[in-house]
């Protein structure tokens, strides 16, 4: 099945530095990669996705990348504010006629955006 | 408000007893999930219905049983309650299985005692 790891776990920047987080996944049939924020004590939301037919995706100050040759994809989150500061999880999936088609997740990256 | 609901949002039980969790979404999507989400903020999932039809049972303890009665409604009711089960547990749903974002419920945080 679908594998996707994640770095770093934690990342500490400074109010209005840039923050990057990758991911990587194992099943080249994944076409599709959301990102979504995690506020404490509340459900994850998404912010942002991308679709295999697509390189870059940019929305204000935040932007994904998929790299499907080397089957990585980042998020960018430029001009950081305290409230950036969440945890942020990457997911694939793959769409197909049977069996599983559910987002799997990656370990999750905790931002720390520094006042 | 559209959103995906779940009840109850903290839910504080012995060791052994039986109980359930609620999910209600009205925004007309086609597909339901339950994800587990550990100590260690990792998210996994546990079940998908697809129109009421169970497309996703992952290798979870049979004592958790997932009822779909109608595309809006996803249950999850769990016998014989172990100290492992402690965690947040998330309904989410999502227009087309897989592949279109998820709208994730507020999470029910399940502590065994």
């Known amino acids: 099945g679908e594998n996707v790891e994640q770095h770093p776990s934690t990342l500490s920047v400074q109010e209005g530095d840039s923050a990057v987080i990758k991911c990587t996944y194992s099943?080249?049939?994944?076409?599709?990669f959301p990102w979504y924020k995690q506020e404490l004590g509340k459900g994850p939301q998404l912010i942002i996705d991308?679709?295999?037919?697509?390189g870059e995706k940019k929305d204000q100050r935040i932007a994904v990348t998929l790299n499907k040759t080397a089957k990585h994809f980042s998020l960018h989150i430029t001009e950081t504010q305290p409230e950036d500061s969440a945890v942020y999880f990457c997911?694939?999936?793959?769409?197909?006629?049977?069996?599983?088609?559910?987002?799997?997740f990656g370990s999750g990256t905790r931002l720390q955006v520094q006042p | 408000d559209t959103a995906v609901s779940q009840t109850p949002k903290y839910l504080v039980t012995q060791m052994g007893n039986d109980k359930s969790i609620k999910c209600e979404q009205n925004?007309?999507?086609?597909?339901m999930y339950w994800y587990k989400q550990d100590s260690k903020k990792f998210l996994k999932i546990m079940f998908s219905?697809?129109?009421?039809?169970?497309?996703i049972n992952e290798t979870v303890p049979n004592r958790f049983s997932p009822k779909s009665p109608d595309k809006a409604h996803l249950n999850l009711h769990i016998n014989s309650l172990e100290l492992g089960d402690s965690a947040v547990y998330f309904c989410?749903?999502?227009?087309?299985?897989?592949?279109?974002?998820?709208?994730f419920g507020s999470g029910t945080r399940l502590t065994v005692v």
């Open positions: 989410a749903s999502s227009r087309h299985a897989g592949t279109s974002g998820y709208t």
């Open positions: 099943d080249s049939a994944s076409n599709y």
């Open positions: 991308i679709r295999s037919n697509v």
């Open positions: 997911a694939a999936s793959k769409s197909e006629d049977t069996g599983r088609r559910a987002l799997t």
């Open positions: 925004l007309g999507h086609d597909t």
């Open positions: 219905y697809n129109n009421k039809e169970l497309i």
